[in-house]
Each structure stands twice: as structure tokens, then as C-alpha cells.
């Protein structure tokens, strides 16, 4: 009997052994109604495929980025996990040793293939911790572009076209607001949606070379007469009335939802929110357009890839989170993402997406600025500190607490001292 009672708790440590090391804890930020379907549908059909059970926490991007890295350093935490792209995030975890390169994997499962190299160069990270060069520590089902949502129905009411120039962009806002319509809906409280406008306007005065050295830590200055010249923009537009009056107060998912409900003309985001606000059929969607100058040039957009899943130091079976990762991003995954109204980074199966409908038209604007190379970054990839830096000096730039000038120096006293790092 004695003997017997030995081998129980060997028997169970065993057991609960096997069964830890076919559970998968997998935290992201796709939170959102239709987004969290998604994910879930996913999940279930990879539960069933490898018998394991994913242990799933979702929460939205600013909690994620707190605690992960956190839990992480702590050797708790995820096997895997969405993390920002850029310094902030990644580039911190990657130097801290906190994420595994999964180059290997990638050449296994084929990823380089379904990825453009100007795509997966925003997920590298090099030894001595150069953005865009050296090992892949992640891959994205999403794609993303920053561009302009907008109701038809209030344009018809303002007697208003789509514009083609930056130049007939402003000319529609001031329309709208002279028509009592609200021309731009905005909120200014989480931060993090001021890089998507302040960026939006930038793309279309900065030079390709000049962002791509600035956002890969290469070098350059953000006081310039072009980042200038958007900065203003937005205080203008502020001072012009054509933002939605009390906007520093409002957050993020009250503003699709205002938009969504015909409260606003436009909203310039991106195209992550599509399959939340694509029931109102007056939604449109366009590319902010050139200036009158570049006439002719696809527009630079914000974007690229969304959030990519990353595998932790802490996984259990990196193997088996490899493969989580692929069926993530597996025809299967950009089937669901496509008909739930996304924009998946991976090839859309034919015939799954309506090219009339609110996803075409985004789809269409994506396939051509990537064709073009013509997909540009977010501003706060280019220093560990930037995401903060950036988003609080918007806020108080808008609101007049800050000059435009007092503005770039803010950022680029940041970006000198990363540039001096050691």
C-alpha cells in the first residue's frame, strides 16, 4: 500500500506535466466585438485540430503594453503575445531578451513567402539592436493603413465630391463646418489616435527616405520645416472649428461610434475599425490625398502590418506556439478576417471580399499604396520612449499648451538622446 501511494503523485505529475505543456497562454489586444469573434472562431478550430487549450487574455493595447513586459521579465506572462512594433515595445523586449527570434520558423511554415520583405523588415531586430535589420521576432494577420472614413450621405448634404488634393481635403472641411456639419470626428483622451492623424498629415509633407531613416533610428531631426508644417495643420484645423468640439475628452471607441451613428462627416484612422462600422452602408473610405504638388504620387499612408503575435522566453513548447503563430496566420485565418470586414496581411482567398463593399474600398486603397511601396510608419516606432513623448506633446499641442516649435523640440530632444544612447 505504501508502495502504491508512491506512485500516485508521480503518476498525477506526470499527467498535469502533459497537460501543461498543451496549453498554450496567449494574451492580445483584439478586444473589440467583432475582432474578439474572429479570434475566437481561430482559437476553437486550433483547440480542436491539436487537442490543446489556449488559455486566451484580451485586453486593449495600452493595458497590454504595461503589463506584458512586466509579467514577462517576472517569467510569468504568455508563450505568446501581440507586441507593438518599434522600440517601445518590441525593440525594449528584444533587448531585454524577452522575445525569441523565429526566423527558423519562419523559413518551416514559409512566412517569407507570405510576407513582403518590406513587411516582416518591420518586425527585425539586429544584435546590436538596429530596427528594421537582423532576426524576425514576429508576424501579423492584419494589415493596417490610416486613412479616411466618411458618410456619404452628409457629403451629399454639404454638396460635396471626394477630394483629390490635400488641397480640396481642407476645402471639404471647411464646407462641411459652414454647412453646421461636423467635419472630423476625434478624440484626443487615450493619446494614441493623435499619432494616427498627426501622421496621416505628416506622410504627405516628409520624403520616403527621410521618414524610413527616422522611424529605423538611422538618424535625422524631427524640428524640420515638414513636420512643421503638419503640426500646424492640426492646430489649424482645431482653430478652424473643423474638429469635433471637447475631443481632448473623448476616447477612442466613442468616436468610431459617433461616427458610426452619422455624428461627423469623416474620421481619419485605420482600418481596423472597418468591421465595426461597416453596418452603417453611408460609410465610405479614401486615401488622404496629396498635396496638389505630388498631384500625380500615390500618397504615403500610415501603416503596414497590425499588431504582430510574438513568441515569449518564458513558452513552455516554442514549437507548439510556432504553430499557433501559422494558423493565425493561415489562409484559413485570412478567410475569417476578410469576411468579418478586416484587411488581412495575408492573401485574400479570390472572391471572398465585395469590391463594392466599405472592406473593398480599403482593400483597394491598401493593394495600391503597398503595390507602390508607398505604406509608411508609425511615429512612435523610433524611440524606446517615443509612444509617450509623442502622444502627450499632440495632446497639449492641440489644446494650445505647447507652440508648434516647443512641439518638435519635445520630440526631437527624445530622439537625439536615443541616438546617443550607448
Known sequence: MKRFSNIVPIVLMVALGSAIAQTIDVWDQWYRGVENEVVEQLNREFEEEHGVTIDRTTRPLDDLRITLMLAVEGGEGPDVANVNQGAP???????????????????????????????????????????????????????????????????????????????????????????GIVPLVYGGLDGWPGIHLYGAIQHLFVEREYLDDLVYGRGGEWDTDANARAAEKLVEWVEEGYIIQGFEGIGYDDTWSLFAQGQGAMMITGSWITGEIAHNPDIGFFALPP?????????????????????????????????????????????????????????????????????????????????????????????????????GAIQEVMVGRITVEQFLQTLDADYQAYLQRP
Open 291 to 391: 498635396l496638389e504638388e505630388h498631384a500625380d504620387q500615390t500618397p504615403m499612408l500610415v501603416g503596414g502590418t497590425g499588431i504582430p503575435l510574438a513568441i515569449t522566453v518564458n513558452a513552455d513548447d516554442p514549437d507548439l506556439a510556432a504553430r499557433y503563430l501559422d494558423w493565425m496566420v493561415s489562409p484559413r485565418a485570412a478567410e475569417l478576417w476578410a469576411e468579418a470586414g478586416f484587411i488581412p496581411a495575408m492573401a485574400v482567398p479570390p472572391g471572398t471580399i465585395d469590391p463594392d463593399s466599405l472592406q473593398g474600398q480599403v482593400l483597394a486603397v491598401w493593394e495600391r499604396v503597398n503595390d507602390d511601396d508607398a505604406i509608411g510608419h508609425y511615429l512612435d516606432w523610433a524611440t524606446p520612449s517615443m509612444y509617450d513623448t509623442i502622444t
Open 89 to 179: 515595445d518590441m525593440g525594449e523586449m528584444v533587448r531585454s531578451d524577452l522575445l525569441l527570434p523565429i526566423d527558423e520558423y519562419a523559413e518551416q511554415y514559409g512566412w517569407l513567402d507570405t510576407f513582403s520583405p518590406a513587411l516582416l523588415t518591420r518586425n527585425r531586430w539586429s544584435d546590436d539592436f538596429e530596427f528594421g535589420e537582423g532576426s524576425l521576432y514576429g508576424v501579423a494577420p492584419q494589415a493596417e493603413i490610416v486613412g479616411v472614413y466618411y458618410n456619404r450621405a452628409l457629403f451629399d448634404e454639404a454638396g460635396i465630391d471626394v477630394p483629390t488634393t490635400f488641397e480640396e481635403f481642407e476645402e471639404s472641411l471647411e464646407a462641411l463646418r459652414d454647412a
